[in-house]
């Protein structure tokens, strides 16, 4: 299909609206919006960078996408990660702010790639119903790397949300995947959702 058909980025009407918004706010009329893939981790499995740019920052390896009313300069760089993705703006209880939905997975490994499915399927809605998220790092010789964010991190319930529930999980979804390891640093948590408990019951079971 040609670009015209499947466009590199879509954005919905929603965030079209906010992006002209807070670029009228800028009181400049040369500014654009700058995209990139910097990195894995995060909901979805990429890290994005989002910010305004003055025209005269676009080089020539940037793709240029026209967003009605505004520019999008994609960094080269990041094109393959982007491809088909769409930026969208939710005000929402639980959430607000820019959403970027992409079909793309960051990972080559097929076993890290499943895994990656799982948490945005499965995994992390039922979390996010507690202020929680869990990405993935790594995956080497069967193992995969964790850490888990915002009401998970300090929460006294991790350890059985990570063994009850998303280990077991994992390993009945991806039977390659031995074992489950959570590098996060739960003693910088602030706010756990439970109070620290030794029982309970994972949000996943």
């Known amino acids: 299909m040609s670009e015209t058909q499947t466009p590199l980025i879509a954005v919905t009407e929603a965030a079209r609206r906010q992006i002209v918004r ?3 706010g800028e009181g400049r009329d040369d500014l654009a919006l700058r995209m990139a893939v910097v990195g894995r ?4 499995g990429f890290q994005y960078r989002l910010g305004f740019v003055g025209r005269e920052e676009k080089t020539v390896d940037d793709r240029v996408v026209d967003a009605g009313g505004f520019e999008i300069f994609v960094d080269p760089r990041s094109l393959e990660s982007l491809q088909g993705a769409s930026i969208d703006y939710v005000d929402e209880l639980q959430q607000s702010g820019f959403r970027i939905d992409n079909p793309n997975s960051p990972w080559s490994d097929p076993h890290a790639r499943a895994v990656q ?8 809605p039922a979390v996010a119903a ?4 869990i ?4 995956v080497r010789d069967g ?4 850490s888990m964010g915002g009401g998970c991190q300090g ?6 949300t990570l063994r009850q529930g998303v280990e077991s999980r994992i390993k009945e979804a991806v039977p390659d995947i031995r074992e489950v390891v959570d590098t996060t640093d739960h003693a910088g948590g ?3 959702y439970y109070r620290p408990a030794k029982g309970g019951a994972s949000p996943l079971v």
């Open 41 to 44: 981790g995060g909901p979805g």
């Open 155 to 160: 929460c006294g319930m991790a350890d059985v």
């Open 135 to 138: 990405q993935l790092l790594d």
């Open 117 to 124: 499915e799982l948490l945005d399927r499965e995994i992390n």
């Open 190 to 192: 602030t706010n756990p």
């Open 143 to 146: 193992v995969a790397y964790l």
């Open 22 to 24: 807070l670029l009228t």
């Open 130 to 133: 507690h202020g929680g998220w």
